[in-house]
């Protein structure tokens, strides 16, 4: 059983990052190259994406002044070092971006992995990872990846989880691409896998401007904390 417990406390609240304020000097408008940071990024970034140089950067979350997340490059990666202790809040579930491609990017496809870099395309009836954050809730990280000749920095995703008949509301995010693919992203089943046996799970994902993608998978419970 491939399980993940993830220390960070998610909820179904959880604050989205806004306009954030920098203690590393003026934000740069993005970093040199599509994948690696090397300045304060637009929105909160995912933990472990790649940057580099002695960065802190803080993100005003929506939960008002004095609730700044702080995150710094530590070893090559983004690190929460401090909290704001939102009410309800927690880590993005998606590295956040301003600006998602709002036009059909011709000859574009999308295709979706696990969470981990290099892996492959997920395949119908694959038994995936799950996930479960402190609070509670399973959880399904994936990947997405855009296949285009000038892959967008900046998409809007919608997607919609099924779990043997339950079906989750749709969840929007608009997620940064770094070279075209995703980090992290994570969205919430629609019930706890809590016995210890296989479920079915369905993934339909929409990339707005590029397409959809439908995937039958499955995953392993009983990772339940309750």
Same mark, same amino acid.
Not at 28 to 51: E, M, S
Not at 64 to 70: A, N, Q
């Given at each position: 059983?491939? *399980?993940? @417990?993830?220390? %960070?406390? #998610? ?5 989205? $990052?806004? +306009? =954030? &304020?920098?203690?590393? /000097? ?76 709002? *036009?059909? @990017?011709?000859? %574009?496809? #999308? ?5 981990? $870099?290099? +892996? =492959? &395309?997920?395949?119908? /009836? ?78 339909? @994902?929409?990339?707005?401007? #590029? ?16």
């Amino acid at each position: 059983m491939r *399980t993940t @417990l993830l220390l %960070a406390l #998610v909820s179904l609240t959880a604050c989205d $990052a806004s +306009a =954030p &304020a920098s203690d590393a /000097g003026p934000i740069d408008a993005g970093p040199i190259d599509c994948n690696l940071d090397v300045a304060c990024p637009g929105d909160a970034p995912v933990w472990g994406g790649p940057c580099e140089g002695a960065l802190t950067c803080s993100f005003q979350t929506q939960c008002g002044p004095g609730t700044e997340d702080v995150y710094e490059c530590v070893a090559g990666e983004w690190t929460l070092t401090m909290p704001g202790f939102c009410a309800g809040g927690g880590p993005p579930l998606a590295e956040g971006c301003f600006g998602p491609l709002s *036009t059909e @990017l011709p000859g %574009a496809s #999308v295709w979706i992995s696990e969470d981990r $870099a290099g +892996a =492959p &395309a997920i395949a119908g /009836g694959e038994l995936v990872e799950v996930a479960y954050g402190a609070q509670g809730f399973a959880m399904l990280p994936l990947r997405v990846h855009v296949d285009a000749e000038t892959p967008p920095p900046c998409v809007r995703i919608t997607t919609t989880l099924g779990l043997e008949g339950m079906t989750s509301a749709p969840a929007t995010h608009d997620v940064r691409l770094r070279c075209g693919s995703s980090l992290r992203i994570q969205d919430i089943l629609p019930e706890l896998p809590c016995e210890e046996r296989e479920y079915a799970v369905t993934v339909d @994902l929409e990339v707005e401007g #590029v397409g959809t993608i439908t995937r039958d998978v499955r995953i392993m419970g009983g990772g339940c904390t309750g």
